[in-house]
C-alpha cells in the first residue's frame, strides 16, 4: 500500500477523531447507547469516553459468541510447562466459548456469595492459567474493579498493590512450574496479607502442593463451586462506559507503582479496533501471544481483545527455553498458529541458538509477527521475518504503554500494510495524533530525536475518575506537564522521512558522556547488530571526567568466544558504527543477562552492579545466577582494569 495513501486516510481520522471512534464504537453491542462521545472529568487531563453509554465487558468476551455460531469453537488452548519423558507437555486444556461463559458465570457467582458487589475491589494473583482470565471476566462481569498481580512479585510488592486498592477479596493459587521448578505462591501471599485488610482469600488448585489454608479465611476454588449449578446464568452487569474495568500497577522512576486505571468502554473501542487493524483476526485463525497476563499485554491482548474478536487464543504457563529452546516452535506447530506476538528480548535469547531449532518445526502456517514490549533491533526484526517468518509474514513492532491500554503505533496488516521497514514501529494507527517533538512541544524535523508525545485524546487512555488511582495530581504531573499540555509517553523517538516512528527507548535510559546524549537503547542495537552478538545491555557508570561512561553486558551468538580480543574488536565495531563518544569502557561476557519473567532486561540491576549500588528487589527475576555472573564478570573486569594500570 502506498504510504501517502494511508497517512491521507489517517490524517482524515485525527482532524475528526470524535466522529471517527465514534464510528468504531459502533461495533461493539452497547446495552445503552451513549450521549457524548468524550468529554473531560472533573479532574485535569481526565477524559470520560462515550458518556452515557452502558456495556459490559464479560459479555463482549462471552454472551454475544455463545449465543452466536462461535458457540462451540475453541476460546482458549492452555498448556502446562512440565513435559513427560518423550517431551509432550503433561497437561493441555481447551475450552470452547460456550465453557467458558460457563465457567465465568459460576464462577461470578461464586464471587457474589462471597459477598462482592459493583464497584467493590479485588486484587488477582494467579500464574498463566486458565482461572487468571476465566476470573477477570467474571469480576468484569459483576463490576468488581480488580487488579491482576504479576506472579513473580514479591509478599512486599503485592501487599502494596492491594492496600492501594483496598482489595477485599484475593484470589491466588497453591503453586505453579516455572523452570521445572514448583513455586508456591499460597506461601506468598499468605505473607502478604499479614499486612493488608484482605478479608477472604480464593486458592485455585494447579500444583497439588501441599499450603496453609486459615480457616474463615481461606476458600478452596473447588469447594466453592461443588454446589454451583453448571448451567448457571448471572446476568451481566450494566455498567457506565466510564466505570472502571481494572487498575494496573506500573513501576515509575520514582515513588511507588502507578495504579493507572483503564474503564470499560474506552477501553473496549482501541482493542477491538486494534484486533481488527494489527492482527487481522480472521475466524480460522490460531493467536499467541506469549507475554504473561500479569502485564497490560496480557490484559489487552490475551484476555479482553482476542476474545472480543473470537479468536483461539493460545495460552502458555511457562517459558519459551524449557525443556527445550524449541518450545514456542513446537506449539506453534501444534496448534497451527497463524498469528504471533512476542517479544524482542525473547527473540534475541532465541536467537543465540542459531536456526536449526526453528526450522526443525513446521510454521507454515504463520501468517502475521509482531513483538511488543521495548524497540526491537534490526538484526532481530530480519531473523523474524526470514527465519521464523520465511519471509512470508508481515513483521511489525508495536508500540503502546501500560497507559495507553492498546497499541497506538503499528503496522497494519489488516488495515492498510505500508512498506516494512526493519526496527520501526511504524506509524500512528487511525485516530491517534502522535508526534515527536522537542522540548517546547514544537514537532522535531525528520530524523531529529525528540519525546514522543500523543497531542489529542483517545479511548483506552488512562480512565475516570482519577487518571491514576487516588492521585490525580501526580497523574497530571507525570504525564501533562512535562511537554505544553500534551500527553508525554517518556520516551524519545525518531519521525523518519516517510512520517515512519522509531522509538528509542525511554527517555530516561540515556547517558550523558562528556556532554553528549547517548540512548542506551540505542549503543544496544549497534552491538546487537555485529555477527557475534546475542543480546547486549548497557548502562552508565559515573566517571570523574566524563560524568558517565557506557559499560557492556554482552551475551555471544553460539560459536564466538568471548575475551580481550572480542571486547577489542566490539569496540572498535562501535567506535565506527556509532561514534568514538560511545565507545564503552568496558565490555562484560556473560552467558545471560539478568530478566525480568516476563523478558525484560532488569538494566537497574546491572546498573546497581556497575556501580556498586543497591540490588534492590529482585523478586521478579527470572535466573538469580545471572546476577551471580554479572558480578563476577565485573569483578574479573575490574582486576584486568587494576592490572593494566
Not at 498493590?161 to 505453579?176: E, P, Q
Not at 516452535?329 to 496448534?335: A, G, N
Not at 522540548?439 to 483506552?460: D, F, H, M, T
Request: one cysteine or more.
Amino acid at each position: 500500500m502506498d504510504i501517502e495513501a494511508y497517512k491521507r486516510f489517517w490524517r482524515t481520522t485525527v482532524e475528526d477523531y470524535i466522529g471517527f471512534w465514534e464510528k468504531e464504537a459502533r461495533n461493539l453491542e452497547w446495552f445503552r447507547p451513549w450521549d457524548h462521545v468524550v468529554e473531560k472529568g472533573e479532574h485535569p487531563f481526565v477524559f470520560k469516553w462515550f458518556v452515557g453509554g452502558q456495556l459490559n465487558m464479560s459479555y463482549l468476551c462471552l454472551d454475544r459468541h455463545a449465543k452466536s455460531w462461535r458457540k462451540n469453537k475453541v476460546a482458549y488452548i492452555w498448556e502446562g510447562e512440565p513435559v513427560d519423558g518423550d517431551g509432550k507437555p503433561l497437561s493441555i486444556r481447551k475450552y470452547t466459548y460456550y465453557e467458558l461463559y460457563r465457567e465465568v458465570n459460576r464462577l461470578a457467582h461464586v464471587f457474589l456469595s462471597l459477598g462482592l458487589r459493583k464497584g467493590d475491589r479485588a486484587a488477582i494473583y494467579l500464574p498463566m492459567i486458565p482461572e487468571l482470565p476465566m476470573t477477570m471476566l467474571a469480576l468484569a462481569r459483576i463490576g468488581v474493579i480488580f487488579t491482576v498481580v504479576f506472579s513473580g512479585f514479591s509478599a512486599e510488592n503485592l501487599a502494596i498493590r492491594v492496600n492501594d486498592l483496598g482489595a477485599k477479596i484475593l484470589v491466588t493459587a497453591d503453586g505453579f512450574y516455572r523452570r521445572g521448578r514448583l513455586i508456591n505462591l499460597k506461601e506468598v501471599a499468605d505473607k502478604a496479607v499479614e499486612s493488608t485488610d484482605v478479608e477472604k482469600i480464593v486458592v485455585v488448585k494447579r500444583a497439588g502442593n501441599e499450603v496453609a489454608m486459615k480457616e474463615g479465611r481461606d476458600f478452596w476454588l473447588h469447594d466453592l463451586l461443588r454446589t454451583v449449578p453448571e448451567n448457571l446464568v448471572v446476568e451481566p452487569e450494566s455498567l457506565d462506559s466510564t466505570h472502571p474495568l481494572y487498575v494496573l500497577y506500573t513501576s515509575g522512576t520514582t515513588g511507588k507503582p502507578k495504579g493507572i486505571i483503564h474503564d470499560t468502554g474506552g477501553y473496549a473501542v482501541l482493542l477491538n479496533s486494534t484486533m481488527k487493524w494489527v492482527f487481522d483476526i480472521r475466524d480460522e485463525d490460531v493467536y499467541f501471544c506469549t507475554a504473561d497476563i500479569g502485564w497490560v499485554t496480557g490484559h489487552s491482548y490475551i484476555v479482553f481483545g482476542p476474545l472480543m474478536a473470537g479468536a483461539t487464543i493460545v495460552m502458555y504457563e511457562g517459558t519459551p527455553d524449557y525443556p527445550t529452546v524449541e518450545r514456542w516452535w513446537q506449539i506453534i506447530e501444534r496448534y497451527g498458529v497463524n498469528v504471533f506476538y512476542t517479544t524482542p528480548t525473547a527473540v534475541r535469547m532465541l536467537m543465540r541458538f542459531g536456526n536449526e531449532p526453528v526450522k526443525k518445526h513446521d510454521r507454515s502456517t504463520l501468517r502475521i509477527i509482531h513483538s511488543v514490549g521495548e524497540p526491537i533491533n534490526p538484526a532481530a526484526w530480519r531473523w523474524l521475518f526470514e527465519v521464523v517468518g520465511e519471509r512470508r509474514c508481515p513483521v511489525g513492532s508495536t508500540w503502546w504503554m501500560t497507559e495507553t491500554g492498546g497499541i497506538l503505533i503499528s503496522h497494519l496488516p489488516g488495515l492498510m500494510l505500508t512498506p516494512l521497514k526493519p526496527g520501526t514501529n511504524g506509524l500512528p494507527i487511525p485516530g491517534i495524533d502522535a508526534e515527536v517533538v522537542d522540548e517546547k512541544g514544537n514537532a522535531a524535523a525528520p530524523g531529529q530525536r525528540g519525546y514522543l508525545v500523543i497531542r489529542k485524546p483517545w479511548p483506552g487512555m488512562p480512565g475516570p475518575p482519577t487518571g491514576m488511582w487516588k492521585e490525580p495530581e501526580r497523574y497530571r504531573q507525570v504525564y501533562w506537564e512535562k511537554v505544553n499540555g500534551v500527553f508525554f509517553t517518556g520516551d524519545y523517538a525518531v519521525k523518519d522521512f516517510d512520517g515512519y516512528i522509531w522509538v528509542a527507548g525511554r527517555a530516561d535510559e540515556v547517558l550523558k558522556v562528556a556532554g553528549h546524549r547517548i540512548g542506551t537503547y540505542e549503543l544496544e542495537s549497534v552491538l546487537v547488530s555485529h555477527a557475534a552478538v546475542a543480546e547486549a545491555a548497557v548502562v552508565g557508570v559515573p566517571d570523574e571526567i566524563k560524568g558517565e561512561t557506557p559499560v557492556a553486558f554482552v551475551v555471544l551468538k553460539s560459536g564466538y568466544q568471548g575475551g580481550g580480543e572480542m571486547a577489542q574488536q566490539l569496540m572498535k565495531y562501535v567506535r565506527e558504527t556509532y561514534g568514538a563518544i560511545a565507545t564503552p569502557s568496558g565490555i562484560l561476557f556473560v552467558s545471560k543477562l539478568p530478566k525480568t519473567r516476563s523478558g525484560k532486561i532488569m538494566r537497574r540491576v546491572l546498573r546497581a552492579v556497575a556501580s556498586g549500588g543497591s540490588l534492590g528487589d529482585l523478586t521478579t527475576l527470572e535466573d538469580e545466577a545471572a546476577v551471580d555472573e554479572v558480578k563476577e564478570s565485573y569483578e574479573q573486569l575490574l582486576k584486568e582494569v587494576r592490572r593494566g594500570g
